[in-house]
């Protein structure tokens, strides 16, 4: 049995395994689970080439429930062994299949760093960063209304104070998070950004150094890939025209609104 990555990559922490796997050549089976059912999306991705290609096919949603605890993706099966949690997978994925050191170093303080966005991340750019598609448009999609622009704003206040700690803090003058090479750490944090760029927040304007980091990433991994896995969250505008089932609309509604509060 080999392995298994369940993944949509809507969501970020999904794109980060999904980038990492391919950009070391990991063989991996992709199980494609929709966060939103096919009602919402209105189409399934395109098929890929290849096992490791997002594919069309039948939604692998009650899989994810028996390989993750959580039942939520990302999600990775490897024969009998299944874990969750992205960073989990991450460290798992370079460990076993011994990837370049540069991803998550040997060097106990360039480690060390590392350790420090991953933990810093969660509280900071992934606080923010997601909200500005929940506000743009699965919100108003789900609900019919528009929310306040006081709140899109209030939540790129909070992105911008993060984003200027990012680059004062981590980035500073160096090429990446951790030096001169790419690491977890700015793989972690460009899907995340990625996220407020698909629904039109460029964030990377007018913010050279971070702009420049960003080429850099995309260099590193491979444009054609970097893009490939970005492509579903640049296009998710294109929801804005769905017709959404009433009942998913009751359903789904109330726990996007409680996601901002």
Not at 37 to 65: F, I
Not at 68 to 97: H, N, Q, W
Request: overall charge neutral; glycine content about 4%; hydrophobic content about 40%.
């Amino acid at each position: 049995m080999g392995l298994e990555l369940y993944l949509d990559l809507l969501s970020q922490p999904c794109r980060a395994l999904y980038i990492f796997a391919r950009s070391n050549n990991i063989p991996f089976e992709f199980k494609h689970v929709e966060l939103f059912k096919d009602s919402v999306l209105g189409k399934r991705p395109a098929a890929g080439s290849g096992a490791e290609q997002p594919r069309a096919g039948p939604s692998n949603s009650e899989g994810t429930a028996k390989v993750s605890l959580l039942k939520k993706v990302p999600a990775l099966k490897d024969g009998d062994f299944t874990l969750a949690e992205c960073t989990a997978i991450l460290l798992y994925l370079s460990r076993k299949y011994n990837t370049p050191d540069h991803w998550y170093p040997s060097d106990i303080q360039k480690r060390a760093r590392v350790d420090e966005y991953l933990s810093w991340h969660h509280a900071n750019i992934r606080a923010n960063a997601p909200k500005t598609m929940w506000i743009k448009v699965l919100i108003p999609l789900f609900t019919g209304q528009p929310l306040p622009s006081e709140k899109l704003q209030e939540v790129m206040e909070g992105l911008s104070t993060s984003l200027k700690q990012f680059e004062e803090r981590f980035l500073q003058d160096k090429a990446f998070i951790i030096g001169s090479e790419i690491s977890l750490a700015d793989l972690v944090a460009i899907v995340e950004l990625m996220q407020p760029v698909g629904v039109g927040c460029d964030i990377f304007e007018d913010r050279p150094r971070l702009m420049e980091w960003r080429r850099r990433v995309e260099d590193a991994v491979g444009k054609e890939l970097f893009f490939q896995a970005h492509e579903m969250i640049l296009n998710i505008k294109e929801l804005s025209n769905i017709q959404i089932d009433p009942q998913l609309k009751e359903q789904l509604a109330p726990v996007l609104m409680k996601m901002l509060k």
